[in-house]
């Protein structure tokens, strides 16, 4: 699989026979594969160990590691939304599962977004469409992205009721550019140096996590946690540069006027949604 380096063969001359050389830190190499597959971990898994320990694999290794993690295989009887409540139901069975749904669910009350329904229960609503919107689905409503939104902590309820739905549907184009395929591609076309360059900032984005947050994830899990995220934040990168440049005006050949009125005088106007989901899907 391209965990360990193979042995290059020479010739030792006529009558001599051949050898097989191997790297010199070849030991090494094997004891930490070893390590990591007594734990019962996946090839796939100590390939993203290794890379991000800055080991040099094959570039096919690491390509194959992350079309593994990506891919999810939706049966063919059944639709997006069932794979995502079963998920769900899956993570609700773990101690871990339970205590994010409980720091979910205090968004959600905090937020005030509930209108009257148990924040348990919108909480687990709010964990169905994340896991949705990440096997490429589509959130039912407005009123559902909002409370995703709130959910995870953005002061969305702070808006307006009319602003409120056009940052909903600017949202929701924004997160159809991080399914799991949109993320498979970019972990398929970007270089393999700008993958790992992304492994330290997930890294340090995930220092800044609350403390609460990053006691829900396992010692094991959070090790692989950055190379698995990688083409996540690459792909952050990407739609902030397309918005970016739509938003400066590339190609213009004069810089705009500046505006007469100080820029606290209106709120910002929020981008057009049809124009930002042709943006975010085509990054």
């Known amino acids: 699989m391209g965990l360990v380096p193979r042995g290059l063969r020479r010739f030792l001359g006529r009558g001599r026979g051949t050898e097989v050389v191997y790297p010199d830190d070849m030991a090494e190499r094997c004891r930490q594969v070893a390590t990591r597959m007594r734990r019962g971990q996946p090839w796939q898994m100590v390939a993203f160990s290794l890379f991000a320990g800055g080991v040099e694999l094959p570039e096919d290794t690491i390509r194959a590691a992350y079309q593994w993690a990506l891919t999810v295989e939706v049966p063919a009887d059944s639709d997006e939304l069932d794979v995502a409540e079963h998920g769900v139901d899956q993570l609700l069975s773990t101690v871990a599962g339970r205590r994010l749904e409980g720091l979910v669910a205090a968004q959600v ?133 397309s918005l970016d440049a739509d938003r400066h005006g590339v190609g213009q050949s004069e810089a705009p006027l500046p505006s007469p009125r100080p820029a606290t005088m209106d709120p910002m106007p929020l981008p057009s949604p049809s124009h930002h989901e042709r943006e975010a899907r085509s990054a």
Do not use: C, W, Y
């Open 109 to 241: 009350k905090r937020s005030g977004i509930a209108q009257g329904e148990s924040p348990r229960a919108v909480a687990r609503g709010v964990l169905t469409n994340l896991f949705l919107v990440q096997l490429g689905g589509e959130v039912a409503d407005d009123q559902a992205t909002i409370e995703l939104l709130a959910g995870i902590g953005l002061p969305i309820a702070e808006l307006p009721p009319d602003e409120r739905v056009q940052a909903a549907r600017f949202m929701d184009a924004v997160f159809s550019a991080f399914s799991f395929d949109e993320l498979a591609g970019v972990a398929e076309r970007t270089p393999l140096d700008e993958l790992r360059a992304a492994i330290p900032v997930v890294a340090n984005l995930l220092e800044l996590l609350p403390p609460t947050f990053r006691a829900l994830v396992p010692g094991a899990v959070a090790e692989l946690l950055p190379p698995l995220l990688a083409p996540l934040v690459v792909q952050l990168g990407h739609i902030a540069a």
